[in-house]
T-cell receptor
Framework: GQQLNQSPQSMFIQEGEDVSMNCTSS?????WLWYKQEPGEGPVLLIA?????ELTSNGRLTAQFGITRKDSFLNISASIPSDVGIYFC????????????FGTGTRLKVLA | DSGVTQTPKHLITATGQRVTLRCSPR?????VYWYQQSLDQGLQFLIQ???????AKGNILERFSAQQFPDLHSELNLSSLELGDSALYFC???????????????FGPGTRLTVL
């Protein structure tokens, strides 16, 4: 089945550092979504990507839709303590099953 | 605020009981999804409805059922509850594109179910 492999699994960084995480798959997807989830809260949509090669920013966040349509990355610049959380990538399936597939998540901790 | 609402925020009940979780999708969204998230786990897809009809099923137990009403709100019914059913339950909604594609999915704040 279609799967999303997300890395790294966790990151400990110093405040002010830049962060990079990625999501890869052996399958092709037409949409890539990036979410952030804080403990006990619902995932919040950060960035949506619709075209191969597309680079989109949302404040300090930048995400790109890989040219092969099999990967995506998310960068966070100048991290701050409130960036702490779990970041998920997600894609609507292309197999006609109307589901979304989620990556395993990258747990980010920021040390002040 | 995603525009997706869920009630109640917290629910504490005993084993063997039955509960109903409620979700209202974003205005205009016809699709509703239900997910279960156990402690420190990923999101497990349970079921999806589109405009009142079941569209996709995931790892949903037979003790669980859902429906979507004409006003598009949805309810997830959990019966014969077990300790292992304790989890966060999220509802999400999405709009369907002109070509039938599903794009952004927006999540509600979740219901935390504790079974004692």
């Amino acid at each position: 089945g279609q799967q999303l492999n997300q890395s790294p699994q966790s990151m400990f960084i110093q405040e002010g550092e830049d962060v990079s995480m990625n999501c890869t798959s052996s399958s092709i997807f037409n949409t890539w979504l990036w979410y952030k989830q804080e403990p006990g809260e619902g995932p919040v949509l950060l960035i949506a990507l619709y075209k191969a090669g597309e680079l989109t920013s949302n404040g300090r966040l930048t995400a790109q839709f890989g040219i092969t349509r099999k990967d995506s990355f998310l960068n966070i610049s100048a991290s701050i303590p409130s960036d702490v959380g779990i970041y998920f990538c997600a894609c609507p399936t292309t197999s006609g099953t109307y589901k979304y597939i989620f990556g395993t998540g990258t747990r980010l901790k920021v040390l002040a | 605020d995603s525009g997706v609402t869920q009630t109640p925020k917290h629910l504490i009940t005993a084993t063997g009981q039955r509960v109903t979780l409620r979700c209202s999708p974003r205005s205009g969204d016809l699709s509703v999804y239900w997910y279960q998230q156990s402690l420190d786990q990923g999101l497990q897809f349970l079921i999806q409805y589109y405009n009142g009809e079941e569209r996709a099923k995931g790892n949903i137990l037979e003790r669980f059922s859902a429906q979507q009403f004409p006003d598009l709100h949805s309810e997830l019914n959990l019966s014969s509850l077990e300790l292992g059913d304790s989890a966060l339950y999220f509802c999400a909604s999405s709009a369907q594109g002109l070509a039938g594609e599903y794009n952004e999915q927006f999540f509600g704040p979740g219901t935390r179910l504790t079974v004692l």
